[in-house]
């Protein structure tokens, strides 16, 4: 089982990547899973067949398999061969209908919960100086994703606050104009804008820079009605 599932994501290509780097250092493995569950909920799974990927979802379903029991307990979950071992059932008949017949599954815990399922179509084990080499891997995969993921939201916060500096300033600049033109004070002039905003439907960045852009002209009679209204006196 060679054949990759799309994948949508960068943490779901991730996944992929570490299931065939998995595959490749485990003699007698014909297929990978990987499970990622980050500590905010998020999840990503990826398999290198499809057949696999429903392997996934049915113990996300059932709560029962090699991939989920190795998660909840944090150690290597073998089954040598399903057709003896029937810890599992749904799993078992599964993993029998799509010709499986083992699997060894290694769970990773570096900030985010990694688990590596590895399947063979033969009775086999995965060896335990190999299973370190899996969750090594794993731990290694779940490090990076987490320091993108750092570096992202630094980055989208960063993009926000500039967002909002730029918006303040603008909406300062319109209160000044406001004022200005109303000989009225910093509170009274954000009420009047606030008050346009919620008439008009639009942000109230949005109608400071219309006043920004045109400086108040034409709209000095519609200012002071709406001032009127804010001090009660409309």
């Given at each position: 089982m060679t054949r990759?599932?799309?994948t949508t994501s960068e943490a779901a290509a991730a996944a992929l990547r570490l299931g065939r780097r998995a595959m490749r250092c485990s003699a007698g493995c014909r297929g990978a899973t990987v499970v990622l569950?980050?500590?905010?909920?998020?999840?990503?799974?990826?398999?290198?067949?499809?057949?696999?990927?429903?392997l996934v979802a049915l113990q996300e379903e059932t709560g029962e398999g090699p991939d989920?029991?190795?998660?909840?307990?944090?150690?290597?979950?073998?089954?040598?061969?399903?057709?003896?071992?029937?810890r599992w059932p749904d799993f078992r008949v599964a993993a029998?209908?799509?010709?499986?017949?083992?699997?060894?599954?290694?769970?990773?815990?570096?900030?985010?919960?990694?688990?590596?399922?590895?399947?063979a179509f033969r009775p086999w084990r995965l060896p335990a100086s190999v299973q370190e080499v899996v969750r090594v891997l794993a731990e290694e995969t779940a490090e990076g994703l987490l320091r993108e993921h750092a570096r992202a939201g630094a980055e989208a916060e960063a993009d926000q606050l500039r967002t909002?500096?730029?918006?303040?300033?603008?909406?300062?600049?319109a209160g000044g104009i406001v004022m200005h033109m109303l000989d009225c004070?910093?509170?009274?002039?954000?009420?009047v804008l606030r008050t346009l905003s919620q008439r008009t439907?639009?942000?109230?960045?949005?109608?400071?820079?219309?006043?920004?852009?045109?400086?108040?002209?034409g709209s000095t009679r519609e200012l002071r009605r709406l001032l009127g209204e804010v001090r009660g006196e409309g």
């Open positions: 990759p599932v799309d569950r980050f500590p905010d909920g998020e999840r990503h799974s990826a398999a290198t067949h499809p057949d696999l990927a429903a989920a029991e190795a998660a909840r307990s944090g150690r290597p979950v073998s089954a040598a061969d399903l057709v003896t071992d029937a029998l209908e799509r010709g499986l017949r083992a699997c060894t599954a290694v769970p990773a815990a570096e900030g985010a919960t990694t688990t590596v399922a590895l399947y909002a500096m730029a918006s303040r300033a603008v909406i300062d600049q004070d910093a509170d009274h002039a954000f009420d439907n639009r942000k109230l960045s949005a109608v400071a820079a219309r006043i920004v852009r045109v400086r108040g002209r």
